[in-house]
């Protein structure tokens, strides 16, 4: 896999000027993300809310985890707003570490962080990529759905069998689905749910295709599947390199199982082109794998 090195050509340096100068967060920056130099080089990144500290500590993951030492920063959303602004974003993406801290999770930052979008750029649309508001799940999924972003996404990450010993204790596989079903339930508007799987994590190619079914059975409309790189010696090992013809398998199996979007490739993240993956779905234009 060849990632390009940041360069002058494109906004890379702009993006990252904007986003320090506002103090803001990325999962692109947090979690290292393979794919910085591409994204920040077209104008887009991912911005992360709720701070830098997560209270949970994912096998796989490089954000951060603690305790955090502040509540969420009330300015916050204002400024995520005015970044997307001069960003000139028409599909703005938002995610956040675990807030297991906070009484509601932060289910009304989420909220305030999608309206001070929306009050900004009227015409953007905006994605969120939410932790799995664990105890308040439905008060969570109604304070965030009634500020209606247009995309909810909430990754399952892994398979059944891992799930546990990938994410922890917390975690749970059957109630990510349920998240994602009760947030189609909920909202009372045409909301686009999404979730996505890393590969390489010790899972056999069978058993993603079972959790694609039953992301599908629980009405996902757009999955993603992408490469586990291990961020540093103290994550999980890599199990395995998905060879491109696997992703590609992956796709076909995801279009047979009635996916509007399947984006699949070593390279690809939740967030990777995000604006691509919901126009996809939207219009039809079916499975891309990369
Ligand atoms: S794929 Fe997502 S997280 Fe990675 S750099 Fe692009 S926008 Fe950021």
Known sequence: MKVRAPSQDGQYFDVQKLIHGLQLHTICEEARCPNISECWGRGTATFQILGETCTRACRYCYVHSGRPDA??????????????AQMRLKHVVVTSVDRDDVPDRGAGHYAATIRAIKAKLPEA????????????????????????????NHNIETVRRLHRAMRGGKA????????????????????????????????????VVETMRDL?????????????LQPSAKHATIDRWVHPDEFRWFREQGEAIGFGSVFSGP???????ADEQRHAAETGRGAVAY
């Open 216 to 228: 599908r059975a629980h009405g996902v409309d757009v999955v993603t599947i992408g490469q586990y």
């Open 71 to 84: 509540p969420p920063d009330q300015l916050e959303p204002l400024r995520v707003a005015q970044a997307a």
């Open 125 to 152: 649309k905006v994605e969120v990529l939410t932790p799995d508001f664990l105890g308040v799940e439905e008060q969570a999924l109604q304070t965030l759905l009634a500020a209606r972003p247009d995309v909810f």
């Open 172 to 207: 749970d596989y059957d109630r990510a689905l349920w998240l994602l079903r009760r947030a189609k339930e909920l909202a009372d508007y045409p909301v686009l749910t999404k979730s996505g799987i890393i590969v390489g994590l010790g899972e056999r190619n069978d058993e």
């Open 267 to 273: 390279l690809v993240r939740s967030s990777y082109r």
